[in-house]
């Protein structure tokens, strides 16, 4: 099992950089990215669910108002709240259905994310994603930024879409299809490609 960590990274640079020319630029002209880490549990799961399409300040403003309701979030303390204490924080009803879902299988222990700390990675896809609310982005981006996992792959990201089509100069948007067949040469660190790509459409856009 790969890992992307700092002591890692170095060995992922210098693999990408031989596969593609155009994440070696990047890394060049921008310097490596910065890897971002969540901790493994309830919190980033939730945190994860909230930032599902709308953007990550959004997202960030809404844990906060939890966090200040009820403390770290826990999952027995986040099942004590009603819908309308979870609507005035900010929780869509759907989303308050979903992080209720997460909480209660922790709780009775459907659900052991400790385990997944050694599991494989489509280990680890197909646990997450038998929850409501868990699809492949919310999987993708736990593997990656909780479980630090090498390969991990969100390419349903927005940022990821849109740094591609930046970073490889194309006319459009890269098709699901043709950003993984792009990703294909990028294994086994298809996810520090994703850090570059987000690093890159960041860079590109300041510049």
């Known amino acids: 099992m790969l890992l992307l960590t700092e002591a890692t990274l170095n060995e992922g640079l210098n693999y990408l950089a031989e596969q593609d020319a155009d994440l070696a630029r990047v890394v060049k002209h921008h310097g490596p990215p910065q890897l971002r880490h969540r901790p493994q549990g309830f919190s980033t799961l939730l945190k994860i669910i909230l930032g599902q399409q709308v953007s990550r300040s959004s997202a960030d403003s809404t844990y906060q108002r939890l966090s200040n309701a009820i403390g770290p979030p826990l999952p027995v303390n986040f099942l004590a709240l009603d819908d309308e204490s979870l609507r005035s924080i900010g929780f869509s009803r759907q989303k308050s259905r979903y992080g209720r879902e997460l909480a209660a299988a922790l709780v009775d222990g459907r659900l052991d ?58 006319p459009a948007r890269p098709s699901r299809l043709e950003l993984d067949d792009m990703a294909e040469a990028w294994r086994p660190w298809r996810g520090l490609a994703a850090f570059i790509l987000w690093h890159g459409y960041q860079e590109i856009e300041a510049a």
């Open 113 to 170: 994310l400790d385990s997944l700390g050694e599991a494989d990675d489509d280990t680890v896809r197909a646990v997450l994603t038998a929850l409501p609310g868990i699809g492949p982005w919310s999987a993708e981006i736990y593997l990656l930024f909780a479980l630090r996992r090498s390969d991990a792959w969100p390419a349903s990201d927005l940022g990821v879409i849109v740094g591609a089509q930046k970073v490889k100069n194309l």
